[in-house]
């Protein structure tokens, strides 16, 4: 069973930059198929980006496609997200999900295929 930490969330401007941490622990990192949640008051969560155990595929939603970059480093047990050119519209609660163990490469992007969640990191940007 693996235990998800998320950090790095703020308060930042329209245009600006931020990056994602979410830090595994009691479980091996690699064994994952990890991805990026997000969610606004009164809206559905919403898929963000996934990225393969292995990290080599990743894959996003068009909202975030050129502007969010998704990766992971297995030795650290550690996955990122590096959001640039944020907009107003991506304030939310982000969260980092991990399903497995698996030692397939698929990519999930539905929030009902991840088995463990953290507890979330509140993005706010200002217009």
């Known amino acids: 069973q693996v235990q998800l930490v998320e950090s790095g969330g703020g308060l930042v401007q329209a245009g600006g930059s931020l990056r994602l941490s979410c830090v595994g622990s009691g479980g091996s990192f690699s064994i994952y198929a990890m991805g990026w949640f997000r969610q606004s008051p009164g809206k559905e969560r919403e898929f963000v980006a996934t990225i393969s155990r292995t990290g080599v595929t990743p894959y996003y939603a068009d909202s975030v496609k050129g502007r969010f970059t998704i990766s992971r480093d297995n030795a650290k047990s550690t996955m990122y997200l590096q959001m640039n050119s944020l907009r107003p519209e991506d304030t939310a609660v982000y969260y980092c999900?991990?399903?497995?163990?698996?030692?397939?490469?698929?990519?999930?992007?539905?929030?009902?295929?991840?088995?463990?969640w953290g507890q979330g990191t509140q993005v706010t940007v200002s217009s």
């Open positions: 999900g991990a399903r497995g163990p698996t030692y397939r490469s698929t990519l999930y992007s539905q929030e009902s295929d991840y088995n463990y």
